[in-house]
């Protein structure tokens, strides 16, 4: 009995060993070398060491300050990445990471992919060759994402000793600048013909560790396809007529950016300011970046998927605008330069214009108003980020202006459709003030109890700042759609993080919009403008994830997620913008008139003034000024006509002849019986008493004029002449003093 006891124990304690997580032939310190490219000089070796010990699934850093804050999560991605593959690991254990280089910055995301690849080696027990590196960011499904820099850093890669050098799927067409013309080139070739060095492109993290197992020289770059990437292409997609303006938007920045990269290129091979390799390779790679995002939103733009074609298009242009910048205006990279601080100057001018103008907005097309405010936020946003901030490295700070101007640009874009010859102006209405301030303290409750760090995540800070800023400028419906947005962005970073994506949950609401905004009557409509953009662009991905299923479930897994991510957005906005539109179809309108010609005219005045289910808006001011004088002289005009009666009204009722008239239509009046004896003697007497009193006028009147007339006479300014006439008058009395003498002696007679 004792011995089987021993035999019973000693088979648990081997099960015990072999489950524990010293089970792995685990090589506890691990390191390769990876690559950066530097803000200022050209690409530069680092060495990623990382330590795995036994643990709970702790992630320690112990990097130096020059690499990015990014560098976390493509730790956590790289750990997530490396259980899928060994199994069990992710919380066994804790992970110490560690990178150490002397160059200027380094891009952290890019070296998630290397961490896989060392962590999975690791686990295996087998050392990785000092002849292979990689670049590449990681997803937690093992998904090999694109980086910048790649020829820089494969350039230094083969100068440090690099034999096989690894690099995401579709990143062989690079555009370089080689002996002062750019150009693009087929990086494979060129390595392995100019340096000696074979370089692989990689989709997944299995693609790696099965290139990583080979041996080097037994790698034929010859027989490797080109796979160059080809951007999924789905059928062609109907949009609804609410997105026919982004149609037409569509068309002009695909132009305008191909022009302006033609542009930029000429500037740069023509260009001899530019003297700083580093500079020239970072322009480079923001030019290479807008041409490929030009050559994706044509493919987006010919299958009508508008957002995501405008989305592209954006990036080209905020990518042309910083390459164009450094090559125009080298000085705008110095730390205290004064013409970077010039386009502070005017991108805050351009900020508050536009500002102005989008109270102009007409209520019809309310949606791609708040469009444009959105933008305009983040642009203002980002413009006080630039002033406030001096510690962002200069390429950093060419890029936030860029995007910030760009999204000035497109607000004004918006504003352009959303100003028309409609009657009515669109003002937000305060109504939605509580629910605007309710929106954004639900994304912070939620934050609150998220382990999602805001601080590192860009476009979550962007939209919940700009909420913020928008309430406080009771521009409460734009705040709305910012905190609407932000929490879709905030659920889709939670669900993110779990270990096996809900894909019950995500076709649920993905079913639920397209029944609801993809129906005939949505695509005859042209109102939810937003929400059934965000819908369309995640159908995009949600199509890459059904052609991706077979051939690459890793690549679906990652489209499936983006898709959820965009589906997120567009159910937060949808529920909004029905409440939204829904007031103002149904809510009684109440007009303003206010001049919204007059420059110091805000929206912000009147946004106190509503009542429950009142919208007030303006009444378009069409040629008020000449209305407003018509209007004025009509007025005079009949304040002359009345004054005029009323004064002949007056004037007649105090004639004698109008009082006599009275008097007898009175005599008449009591005569025929319609007015009693009493009535008639009151009003008789008044009437008396008024003809009393213009005769006594007329009397006072006559004897003004006869003083006037002494008066006149007293001095006169001839006294010879009116000497004579005095004789004259004398003379003629005389005469008829005799007459009358005369005709008495007469009468005597007879």
């Known amino acids: 009995m004792f011995k089987k006891n021993i035999i019973l124990i000693s088979l648990l304690f081997i099960a015990m060993i072999i489950i524990s997580p010293f089970s792995f032939a685990l090589i506890e310190h691990g390191s390769m070398k990876i690559f950066a490219v530097s803000g200022t000089d050209s690409a530069m070796d680092a060495n990623l060491e990382i330590e795995i010990h036994a643990g709970t699934g702790q992630i320690l850093t112990n990097i130096n300050s020059l690499v990015g804050n ?80 790649i020829y820089q850093k494969s350039k230094r890669a083969s100068e440090v000793g690099i034999k096989l050098f690894l690099i995401p799927y579709g990143n062989r067409d690079q555009v370089v600048n080689i002996d002062g013309e750019v150009q693009k080139i087929d990086l494979v070739d060129y390595a392995y013909k100019e340096w000696g060095l074979k370089i692989v492109e990689v989709k997944t993290l299995n693609d790696v560790l099965s290139y990583v197992s080979k041996d080097i020289d037994q790698i034929d770059i010859n027989s490797i396809p080109d796979n160059t990437k080809d951007l999924f292409i789905p059928e062609k997609l109907e949009y609804s007529n609410a997105l026919n303006p982004m149609r037409n938007l569509v068309n002009k920045y695909i132009l305008d950016s191909e022009d302006k990269l033609k542009e930029v290129k000429d500037n740069l091979n023509n260009s001899s300011l530019i003297k700083d390799p580093g500079i020239q390779e970072n322009i480079l790679l923001v030019i290479e970046g807008a041409d490929e995002a030009i050559r994706n939103a044509k493919i987006y733009s010919e299958k009508n998927y508008l957002y995501s074609a405008a989305n592209n298009s954006f990036v080209a242009i905020a990518n042309i605008t910083i390459a164009n910048e450094i090559i125009s205006n080298p000085s705008v990279l110095s730390l205290s330069s004064t013409a970077f601080n010039e386009r502070l100057n005017t991108l805050e001018e351009k900020i508050n214009l536009t500002e102005k103008r989008s109270t102009l907005c007409s209520l019809d097309k309310l949606e791609w108003c708040i469009g444009a405010r959105q933008r305009l936020t983040w642009a203002k946003d980002k413009l006080n980020s630039l002033k406030e901030e001096n510690t962002k490295d200069p390429l950093t700070k060419i890029s936030d202006y860029s995007y910030a101007i760009s999204w000035v640009e497109i607000s004004n874009d918006f504003l352009d459709i959303g100003i ?83 894909n019950s949950l995500f076709q649920a609401k993905y079913d639920k919009l397209i029944t609801e905004l993809r129906s005939n009557k949505e695509l ?15 159908i995009y991905f949600y199509k890459s994830y059904e052609n991706s299923l077979i051939t690459d479930s890793e690549k679906a897994q990652a489209d499936l997620r983006t898709s959820n991510s965009i589906v997120n957005i567009a159910v937060s906005l949808f529920e909004v913008e029905d409440e939204i539109i ?84 009175l ?41 006037l007339k002494v008066k006149k006479e007293h001095f006169s300014i001839n006294p010879i002449q009116d000497e004579k006439k005095e004789s004259k008058k004398v003379e003629i009395k005389d005469k008829e003093k005799q007459k009358d003498k005369t005709k008495l002696s007469l009468k005597k007679g007879l």
Request: proline fraction near 0%; avoid cysteine; aromatic fraction near 8%.
């Open 70 to 149: 990014a560098t976390q999560e493509s730790q956590k991605n790289a750990v997530n990445a490396t259980d899928k593959v060994i199994g069990d690991t992710k919380t066994k254990f804790d992970y110490v990471f560690n990178i150490q280089s002397g160059a200027y910055s380094i891009d952290g995301p890019s070296a998630g992919a290397a961490m896989a690849l060392l962590m999975v080696s690791m686990f295996k027990d087998r050392n990785i060759s000092n002849d292979v590196s990689m670049t590449g960011t990681i997803t937690q499904d093992g998904y090999v994402g694109d980086v910048g820099g």
């Open 582 to 665: 829904s007031y103002y179809n149904s809510a009684d309108i109440q007009i303003i008139i206010s001049d919204i010609n007059n420059e110091t005219n805000n929206i912000i005045h009147t946004k106190n003034i509503d009542d429950n289910q009142k919208v007030y808006i303006y009444e378009k001011e069409t040629s008020r000024n000449n209305t407003v004088l018509y209007v004025i002289l009509g007025g005079l005009f009949l304040i002359i006509v009345i004054v005029i009666i009323e004064v002949e009204i007056i004037r007649r009722k105090n004639s004698k002849e109008f009082v006599h008239k009275q008097i007898s239509h």
């Open 667 to 707: 005599d008449e009046m009591l005569l025929e019986g319609r007015i009693s004896a009493f009535t008639y003697k009151e009003m008789r007497s008044k009437y008396l008493e008024e003809l009393r009193l213009i005769k006594e006028k007329e009397s006072k009147k006559n004897n003004l004029k006869s003083n």
């Open 524 to 538: 005859n409509s042209e109102e939810h403008v937003w929400s059934k953009m965000y819908l369309d662009h995640a």
């Open 420 to 502: 028309t010859d409609s009657k009515y102006k669109f003002i937000e209405s305060s109504e939605f003030k509580v629910l605007a301030q309710q929106k954004i303290i639900d994304v912070e409750n939620k934050l609150a109890l998220s382990s999602i760090e805001i601080s590192k995540d860009e476009d979550l800070l962007k939209r919940l700042n700009s909420a913020k800023i928008n309430y406080s400028r009771g521009w409460y419906i734009t705040s709305i759609y910012d905190s609407s947005t932000a929490m879709g962005v905030l659920v889709s970073r939670e669900e993110g993080t779990e270990t096996v994506f809900n």
